[in-house]
Nanobody
Framework: QVQLQESGPGLVKPSQTLSLTCTVS??????????WSWIRQPPGKGLEWIGYIGGSGSTYYSPSLKSRTSISRDTSKNQFTLQLTSVTPDDTAVYFC??????????????????WGQGTQVTVSS
C-alpha cells in the first residue's frame, strides 16, 4: 500500500508562489510507468489536473496553468514538489498529489490513479 502525503502552507497571499510537497512512502519515484501528479479541486467545482513528473523526470503541465507551474522532485527523499507562481484567489482549492500508472502495449494503453494523498486546503487571500 503506497501512501502519499501533501504538506505546505494553507494560506498564500495573492501574487506569491504556492509551494506544496508530496512525500511518497516507498522508493518508487523513479519507476517507469509512474507519473507523479498534482490535481486540485476548487470549492464547488470538479477536479482539475495540474501536471505530473514522470519516473524519468519528464514533466507535463496543463496548458491553462503551464506558464505558472513547475513540478520537481527530490529522489533522495521520495518527494515531489509543486510550485504555482503569481497565485490569485481563483487558485484556492484542495490540492491532491496522486500516482498515475500509465502503460501502453502496442496500440492499447492503460491508466489508473490508484493512490492519492488525503488532500490539503490552500487558500489564497490577503
Amino acid at each position: 500500500q503506497v501512501q502519499l502525503q501533501e504538506s505546505g502552507p494553507g494560506l498564500v497571499k495573492p501574487s506569491q508562489t504556492l509551494s506544496l510537497t508530496c512525500t511518497v512512502s516507498e522508493n518508487s519515484i523513479t519507476t517507469n510507468y509512474y507519473y507523479w501528479s498534482w490535481i486540485r479541486q476548487p470549492p464547488g467545482k470538479g477536479l482539475e489536473w495540474i501536471g505530473y513528473i514522470g519516473g524519468s523526470g519528464s514533466t507535463y503541465y496543463s496548458p491553462s496553468l503551464k506558464s505558472r507551474t513547475s513540478i520537481s522532485r527530490d529522489t533522495s527523499k521520495n518527494q515531489f514538489t509543486l510550485q504555482l507562481t503569481s497565485v490569485t484567489p481563483d487558485d484556492t482549492a484542495v490540492y491532491f498529489c496522486a500516482r498515475l500508472y500509465y502503460f501502453c502495449s502496442g496500440t492499447r494503453c492503460y491508466g489508473e490513479y490508484k493512490y492519492w494523498g488525503q488532500g490539503t486546503q490552500v487558500t489564497v487571500s490577503s
